[in-house]
């Protein structure tokens, strides 16, 4: 989960990761918007080597819903 | 009664066309996103040997020309950017010798995207005080070479390009009727190159990503949408016109629904807001310019009409102007 914070740090550089858990949603992270997304999807496809092309993150969903999408892709968390 | 004229206007943009598609950098998948949030479907990158000064003092050319004025016969150049060709000197000066324009004194004003209709009233005013009988006020952009290429909530937005306004004094009653400037301090950080200068030198840079543009877009989306409609609607009361009177209103073209959203705000109806962005994205100090130039040569400008010029960027800085034509 460490390496999905340190993302979404590097693409939200004004949250703090220390309050980020899995059921933080990701439309409370600041400067979260439809565009941000793209970024934290190209972020994670950068550090753990992914494609998600097809992907997409929204508002509503939560961290642990990033979490399951790597899942999904066959990364060990 | 001495009032600023506008003689002529001008604009340069970039040969090279990026449309979103070219943006391969992105997924292709978020590509639509970009026109469905920002109207944007194209811009223009200014080519390898093209700074800011070379577009403005295209910009200026075209509209000397238009003015059938020698670059001589030019008192003043302010040029508004804030993508300048160094830190110092001023962009200005190369612009003034790129003209010959040996006569005029030049200097930057950096109000990021308030910065063309800031650079015209300071014009209006050194017109005003007697100091000069014409200012050529251009107002010019690289943020090509500003932008972070992987960032999505930046790079579509932005493209580069440039506009001239030539001034002169007049006895009216065609000109400037007035214009208002606004800025927050407060918000100094929602909009910035973090990066390059004295706060923190490129010796410092702790991340890349630093040395690139970067804005809050919700915190300017609410920004843009409040204070654009309040300081028109503040420019009507101070000039005493009614909005039925503005013909044409030229926004910064930040993003088509921020404009929509300032035009539902103010009582004058949307078909009147001249928009552009859909071939040049946001151009930063220079879209205000470069819109009404083209607004200009399309002839639907006439005799008389009011355009309202209204712009907001970093900052926080905002700007309205009500001009005569």
Known sequence: MHKIIACIKEVFPDCDPSTITPDTRLGDLPGWDSMTSINLLMELEAVFSVSLSNATLTAKQQVSDVAGLLRDKGIEL | ?325
Request: charged share 15%.
């Open chain 2, 1 to 325: 009664m001495t009032i600023s004229r506008v003689r002529a206007t001008g604009s340069y943009l970039p040969e090279r066309e990026v449309l979103n598609q070219d943006l391969k950098q992105f997924p292709a998948s978020s590509l639509p996103l970009i026109e469905q949030k920002t109207g944007i479907a194209a811009r223009r990158y200014a080519g390898e040997n093209e700074s800011t000064s070379d577009l403005a003092a295209k910009a200026a050319d075209a509209c000397l020309r238009l003015a059938n004025l020698q670059a001589e016969e030019v008192q003043a150049i302010i040029l508004a950017t804030s993508s300048p060709d160094r830190i110092q000197p001023a962009t200005a000066t190369r612009v003034q010798s790129l003209l010959g324009a040996s006569q005029a004194f030049a200097f930057d004003v950096n109000s990021v995207c308030s910065g063309g209709v800031y650079g015209l009233e300071i014009g209006n005013s050194l017109i005003q005080s007697g100091m000069v009988s014409n200012v050529l006020v251009i107002a010019s952009e690289v943020y090509s070479r500003i932008l972070n290429p992987t960032d999505f909530s930046t790079c579509p937005y932005f493209g580069d390009g440039a506009g001239a306004v030539l001034l002169e004094r007049s006895e009216g009653p065609a000109g400037i009727m007035g214009s208002l400037l606004r800025s927050d301090g407060a918000g100094h950080n929602v909009i910035q190159v973090p990066c390059g200068g004295t706060m923190k030198p490129y010796s410092r840079m702790q991340s890349p990503r630093e040395q690139y543009f970067t804005m809050k877009g919700k915190e300017v989306y609410e920004f843009a949408v409040t204070r654009a409609p309040e300081i028109m609607r503040e420019l009507l009361a101070s000039t005493g016109l009614a909005p039925e009177c503005i013909s044409w209103v030229i926004p910064h073209q930040a993003n088509v629904n921020i404009i929509n959203a300032i035009a539902a705000a103010v009582d004058i109806p949307r078909e009147r807001f001249f928009v552009n962005l859909q071939k040049y994205g946001n151009t930063a100090g220079a879209s205000v310019f470069i819109a009404l130039d083209e607004l200009c040569r399309s002839g639907e400008v006439s005799s008389g009409q009011i355009v309202m010029l209204v712009a907001f960027g970093g900052g926080l800085s905002w700007a309205a102007s009500a001009i005569r034509f």
